[in-house]
């Protein structure tokens, strides 16, 4: 099997959402801890259109970015390459790490008495981050678990193809791939399906990364709630989040308005009725300077970013590319 490379590199600040480096170092010097007095020069700026608030250093440096509505946050720190060999030759270097607030941001939300703690815990963390958890997942990374022994990581399986030219079904969520009974709230208790252990597909991946790893809520069903429901279609329906790019019943075009951890929504099979059948989270560009993102997927059976049964791309005209139909910021 091929082995998924994670390789973080010597920290180094720059604007922006990625930096293509395909050079990046096999070790890290984790930077110092900020203090209290480093914090007090940074500034908050307003931005428009897609209302949200960049977190500036003294240099001037975009640190972070917090947008209103969203508890999703990307940060500026050390230099990582994403990359799985056996299914393509592209990788992914950033400086983008994507971590989860409490609860919503909005206008004037550093002010805050949770802001400040939250900030000195996460600014210049290395410890795991959603797209680092995501990589968990992928092709030939080996088995983590915790401490009451259930697998919590590694080589995911995409679980039971649908019909032949059809997405693979939704049938393989987080729990699954435990292999543990799983209740959201109350009396609703879910068993896992042991045929389907190790596996999930495209939607209960997001879950497994978003919700069982990164702590965001999960419903058991697919109606509006306080958290994630259990299809794609109802992500993108009536799942929280705010609307990056909007569903306009085609490939949407303006693709630099994304950010890493975006959730990404597509119509695969293209039926009349419309309906989204595939999500996925949204990576950067890779070294090519092409939109990539991670899902699970049938032709590599579980998660990836590489590109056998399609480039895992938003651009270049593929498959995916041309049933790419909308994004949110959770």
């Known amino acids: 099997m091929g082995v998924l490379a994670v390789v973080v590199g010597v920290s180094g600040i720059v604007v922006g959402d990625l930096r293509e480096d395909a050079g990046a170092a096999a070790t890290a010097a984790a930077p110092p801890p900020r203090t ?5 020069e940074l500034r908050y700026l307003r931005r428009d259109a897609l209302a949200r608030t960049s977190m500036v250093d003294a240099a001037g440096t975009v640190r972070a970015t917090f947008t209103d509505g969203a508890r999703t946050v990307t940060l500026d720190g050390p230099l990582r390459r ?3 060999p056996r299914f393509t030759t592209a990788s992914v270097s950033t400086r983008v ?8 941001w909005h206008e004037g939300a550093q002010r805050e008495a949770w802001f400040q703690p939250w900030l000195a815990e996460n600014l210049d963390s290395t410890a ?30 995409a679980g ?23 209740t959201f ?25 978003f919700g069982y790893r990164s ?33 306009m019943g085609a490939p949407p075009s303006n ?61 270049g005209g593929g498959h995916y590319a041309r049933a790419f139909r909308a994004a949110k910021r959770l």
């Open 128 to 157: 795991p981050d959603v797209l680092a958890v995501a990589a968990e997942y992928l092709d030939g990374v080996p088995d983590g678990f915790d401490g009451g022994g259930v697998r919590v990581r590694g080589d995911a399986r």
């Open 160 to 182: 039971p193809s649908g019909p032949p030219d059809a997405p693979p079904l939704e049938n393989s969520d987080f729990y699954d791939y435990l292999g543990i009974p799983w």
């Open 97 to 104: 790490w994507v971590r989860l607030l409490p609860r919503p």
């Open 82 to 84: 994403f990359a799985e």
């Open 215 to 247: 702590g965001y809520p999960l419903l058991g069903a697919n109606g509006p709630g306080p958290g994630l429901p259990r299809r794609a279609w109802a992500m993108h329906e009536v799942g929280p989040g705010i609307a990056v790019l909007p569903d």
């Open 255 to 315: 693709l630099g308005a994304l950010q890493a951890g975006d959730l990404l929504f597509f119509d695969l099979d293209r039926a009349t009725d419309r309906r989204i059948d595939h999500v996925a989270i949204y990576l950067g560009r890779d070294d090519a300077g092409h939109h990539r993102f991670v899902s699970s997927r049938a032709r590599a059976d579980g998660p990836t970013l590489g590109d056998a049964g399609g480039t895992s791309l938003l651009d």
């Open 185 to 209: 709230g109350g009396d609703d208790v879910r068993m896992p399906d042991l045929a389907r252990y190790g596996a999930v597909d495209c939607s209960g991946f997001v879950r497994l990364v």
């Open 36 to 40: 209290a007095a480093w914090s007090s």
